[in-house]
């Protein structure tokens, strides 16, 4: 009897396909991805009622700024549109009262923001699982990323972007205002010392930080991107967002500060650099360079067909740049400035001016970058002055021969040394006792004390303080102080 083995065998049902689980370390998979700058400038600035700023920096200067305002948010992506896809351009995700990127005019916080910098990736064992530098594919570096925010009990990040070289972190807040800056300040710097292994940049504690806006291009020609995490919470309360921050620095973080404050040795502190001034009698410098700025218009406008003469035009164009430098707070301003004095005073070409003035921009440019730096707590010492000194011996030995010796009447800073001693002594020596200046009555002690019985016999006779000082050529706290010693 012929019988078949499997005969009496149920036929094998088709095996069914096993469902997809997303693992804690595929969350990118679940991001909303895009590229348009209107879609990320909208995203980050939420119910805006400032006004934020979109800067185009190269070399580190801005070459252009755009101020966006509330009135524009209808019409965001006509605007953006023009700068899709071109190189180097930020925005502030701050709101500012005015269009001038400062903490002292800062209006509404919007997020927490975290610069991830492959360069300052910490390469230890123990930060080897969450390398993200060493992905080639974007989604697997987020994941990686991702997943240390979660090993340090963070909340997850709403946005994502890749800049072309790194990643930006977003956590975006509801309607906190200028009030909350400081608490901000401190929970950002707690933020990037958790994120610090991962290479977050600690210059990113500033509220006033550009950040790169995705659609537009990398110097190194990559286009940035954003990604949006659906699963993560749309937008903090600060105090919200407090507890967990605060809790992750104290458990990952403070345990091992308290243990490198016990073994490091205390610093000196650095002794602080004295700022030498052109004139010890100035209380500020400014107050100086802006007479001395409008000493030099007088000089240019006493000239035939209010013209330096050639020969001259150099030096006074040299002496305007250095006061300028001393009054603009900003290289765009200080430049048109220049411009705008040299091409009214002198015949000189554009091109001759900038060439002229080039190392003094650049040393005024420096001081404004340190003392921005400076204003917004991201140095601790006022700086060193770059910029560079202007005495007025200096300038008499540049334009002497052009300054008519009719104006120095009418001059105030461009003052010769015995011309000045001149005007301190008819100054103190005005017989008007309303108009002396810094004078002190020098006699002996026998002249002194007839005065002082001279003002108790005015005051007797029922003179008051102020006539007896008029009457005597000195103070009226003089007489006071005088007729105090006496009565006791």
């Known amino acids: 009897m012929n019988s078949r083995p499997n005969a009496n065998r149920t036929p094998q049902e088709p095996r069914k396909p096993e469902r997809l689980v997303a693992r804690p370390n595929q969350l990118s998979l679940r991001f909303l991805r895009g590229h348009e700058p209107s879609d990320h400038f909208s995203k980050v600035i939420y119910n805006q009622f400032g006004i934020s700023l979109i800067c185009q920096i190269i070399n580190g200067d801005v070459t252009r700024q755009i101020a966006v305002f509330k009135k524009d948010?209808?019409?965001?992506?006509?605007?953006?549109?023009?700068?899709?896809?071109?190189?180097?351009?930020?925005?502030?995700?701050?709101?500012?009262?005015?269009?001038?990127?400062?903490?002292?005019?800062?209006?509404?916080?919007?997020c927490f923001a975290i610069d991830l910098?492959?360069?300052?990736?910490?390469?230890?064992?123990?930060?080897?699982?969450?390398?993200?530098?060493?992905?080639?594919?974007?989604?697997?570096?987020?994941?990686?990323?991702?997943?240390?925010?979660?090993?340090?009990?963070?909340p997850l990040p709403k946005l994502v972007v890749w800049t072309g070289s790194g990643f930006h972190l977003y956590w975006l807040l509801l309607n906190e205002s200028?009030?909350?800056?400081?608490?901000?300040?401190?929970?950002?710097?707690?933020?990037?010392?958790?994120?610090?292994?991962?290479?977050a940049d600690p210059a990113c504690s500033d509220v006033t930080r550009l950040l790169r806006l995705a659609g537009t291009r990398h110097a190194n020609g990559n286009i940035s991107e954003f990604y949006e995490l659906q699963e993560a919470k749309e937008?903090?309360?600060?105090?919200?967002?407090?507890?967990?921050?605060?809790?992750?620095?104290?458990?990952?973080?403070?345990?091992?500060?308290?243990?490198?404050?016990?073994?490091?040795?205390?610093?000196?502190?650095?002794?602080?650099?004295?700022?030498?001034?052109?004139?010890?009698?100035?209380?500020?410098?400014?107050?100086?360079?802006?007479?001395?700025?409008?000493?030099?218009?007088?000089?240019?406008?006493?000239?035939?067909?209010?013209?330096?003469?050639?020969g001259w035009r150099n030096f006074w164009v040299y002496c305007v740049a250095v006061a300028l430098s001393y009054i603009c707070t900003n290289e765009i301003s200080l430049v048109r400035e220049i411009l705008n004095l040299g091409k009214i005073f002198t015949n000189l070409p554009e091109k001759q001016i900038l060439s002229n003035t080039s190392t003094i921009r650049k040393k005024a440019n420096q001081y404004?970058?340190?003392?921005?730096?400076?204003?917004?707590?991201?140095?601790?010492?006022?700086?060193?002055?770059?910029?560079?000194?202007?005495?007025?011996?200096?300038?008499?030995?540049l334009l002497d021969?052009?300054?008519?010796?009719?104006?120095?009447?009418?001059?105030?800073?461009?003052?010769?040394?015995?011309?000045?001693?001149?005007?301190?002594?008819?100054?103190?020596?005005?017989?008007?006792?309303k108009l002396k200046r810094n004078q002190r009555y020098r006699t002996n002690a026998a002249q002194r004390r007839a005065m002082q019985a001279y003002a108790q016999h005015l005051h007797n006779q029922g003179l008051s303080y102020p006539a007896i000082a008029e009457k005597l050529g000195v103070h009226c706290s003089t007489i006071y102080r005088w007729l105090k010693s006496h009565s006791q």
């Open 235 to 310: 937008r903090w309360k600060l105090r919200e967002i407090y507890q967990p921050i605060y809790s992750a620095f104290q458990t990952f973080i403070a345990p091992k500060k308290i243990t490198q404050l016990s073994t490091k040795s205390p610093k000196k502190q650095p002794t602080k650099r004295r700022i030498l001034k052109p004139n010890p009698g100035w209380k500020k410098i400014e107050s100086y360079f802006r007479l001395l700025l409008e000493d030099l218009i007088k000089i240019a406008e006493a000239q035939p067909n209010q013209k330096i003469p050639k």
């Open 368 to 397: 404004y970058r340190l003392n921005w730096q400076y204003l917004n707590g991201l140095i601790n010492e006022r700086p060193p002055e770059p910029r560079y000194k202007l005495s007025v011996k200096k300038v008499l030995s």
């Open 73 to 110: 948010l209808g019409r965001l992506k006509e605007l953006l549109n023009p700068i899709k896809f071109q190189t180097n351009y930020y925005y502030s995700p701050s709101e500012f009262k005015n269009p001038r990127r400062i903490a002292a005019e800062l209006v509404k916080v919007n």
């Open 401 to 433: 021969f052009i300054i008519p010796v009719s104006l120095y009447h009418d001059l105030r800073a461009i003052v010769p040394y015995q011309l000045k001693l001149q005007r301190k002594w008819e100054q103190n020596h005005n017989p008007d006792p």
């Open 178 to 199: 200028y009030h909350c800056a400081r608490y901000w300040s401190l929970l950002q710097k707690d933020l990037i010392e958790l994120l610090r292994p991962i290479g």
């Open 117 to 154: 910098d492959r360069k300052l990736f910490v390469n230890s064992l123990e930060n080897q699982p969450y390398n993200w530098v060493c992905h080639a594919n974007r989604l697997t570096a987020i994941d990686v990323i991702l997943s240390f925010i979660e090993s340090r009990n963070l």
